[in-house]
């Protein structure tokens, strides 16, 4: 068994000859369900982007097939099977772990947003599910365990330097304020993608009270319904749900009593005034520290100086805070790299212990998911 990857992007070919690639939500589909019926594949992952195509397979090498891959890719492109050969690179095993790994950490290339490149991935294993365990246990683990490890990399503050994303600061700020998250109550107003990165992020940085809210339920509900499914699939069955859903009816109370706040949405500008700050007051008399931080940058300025012991941040403000030396920009990749190759070691370490039980004897991987499950 081998983990595989097959790839184009902006840093090998040119604009012209990457879009040669590209694939639309249609046609990702189409090629999960066309690739997934080739002879060895047990999994399979399409990342894209308009920056990057990525084919992350995993395959029984004794019968699967690289020429009847490539010439399926010569057929989508219209390119001939020797410029595909030129133009697309492949990684095997511990190198596919690590390339994924600095790509979803948004280090493989500028031209990519870390928390938009983070999306595309979690995309990519929900569209994978969606057909019906296209993905496999093995490249679920490695796309679960990859963005974990992303967004852990992408939150410390230690690592402020290499990253330049909203998400990411969003976070980092949180957990320069508190270092700990998870006593903390955490508040996200809106229904947006980034809403729900950003709740994500806060659960695997260790927050356990997350509150959706929207001026309608069912809006929050859409919301937290994934998250709450998607905890549980992550196999650590919290003891009650994490993300709650409200909507405005109780958005003060949450309000008042929340220490982080994300406003994502301009549907909120209306609610959030100085009449609200005034209602916080009053239901909550003593004084409690806050961090606010507008996204939607929407957020009247009354309300923010009203509301005592509130710290704001904008988006821009978010960044500008986290100016760093070259020095410590060095020292944080160094870091980065060799978590990387640690975290990449152990994945495949593990890995290479899991087919050596369970393939040898042909027995259903399902049967070994308690197992996986206790990966760290």
């Not at 090998?12 to 019926?37: C, F, G, P």
């Not at 969003?170 to 990165?197: C, I, M, P, Y």
């Not at 994300?262 to 005034?278: D, G, I, P």
């Not at 975290?343 to 996986?372: A, C, G, H, M, R």
Request: aromatic letters at 10%; glycine letters at 4%.
């Amino acid at each position: 068994m081998k983990l595989l990857l097959y790839g184009v992007s902006g840093n090998t070919v040119s604009l012209e000859d990457r879009d040669k690639y590209l694939v639309n939500e249609e046609t990702a589909a189409q090629h999960l369900s066309d690739l997934r019926q080739y002879e060895g594949v047990e999994g399979i992952i399409l990342l894209t982007n308009a920056f990057r195509t990525e084919y992350y397979l995993h395959v029984d090498e004794t019968v699967f097939s690289h020429g009847d891959f490539l010439r399926y890719l010569s057929d989508y492109s219209g390119k001939a099977i020797g410029d595909v050969i030129l133009e697309t690179y492949s990684k095997f095993n511990a190198d596919a772990i690590r390339h994924l790994l600095y790509v979803l950490a948004g280090m493989d290339s500028e031209e990519e947003d870390e928390s938009e490149v983070m999306k595309n991935a979690e995309a990519a294993l929900e569209a994978s599910r969606k057909r019906g365990d296209f993905a496999g246990v093995i490249l679920e683990m490695l796309f679960e365990k990859a963005v974990s490890f992303s967004s852990q990399m992408q939150s410390l503050p230690s690592m402020a330097p290499l990253h330049k994303g909203n998400i990411g600061a969003v976070v980092r700020t949180f957990v320069n304020e508190w270092q700990n998250l998870e006593n903390k109550r955490f508040l996200l107003a809106g229904q947006d993608a980034d809403v729900s990165h950003i709740a994500k992020t806060l659960y695997r940085m260790g927050a356990r009270h997350i509150t959706i809210a929207n001026l309608e339920r069912k809006d929050s509900e859409s919301v937290t319904g994934p998250l709450n499914r998607w905890a549980m699939q992550l196999g650590e069955q919290p003891a009650k749900r994490v993300f709650i859903p409200v909507d405005v009816h109780h958005f003060l109370y949450n309000l008042s009593s929340c220490d982080g706040i994300v406003v994502a949405s301009e549907q909120f500008q209306s609610v959030m005034t100085e009449h609200l700050s005034n209602k916080i007051k009053e239901i909550r008399p003593y004084k409690k520290k806050q961090v606010m931080i507008d996204l939607s940058q929407s957020i009247r300025e009354e309300f923010i100086k009203n509301a005592s012991m509130m710290t704001a941040f904008l988006p821009d403000a978010l960044l500008s805070s986290e100016t760093s030396l070259p020095e410590e920009e060095e020292t944080a990749r160094k870091v980065f790299e060799e978590s990387v190759e640690l975290e990449s070691e152990n994945f495949f370490s593990w890995y290479q212990t899991l087919v050596d039980q369970i393939f040898p004897i042909q027995q259903p991987i399902v049967i070994e998911t308690k197992k996986i499950k206790t990966y760290q």
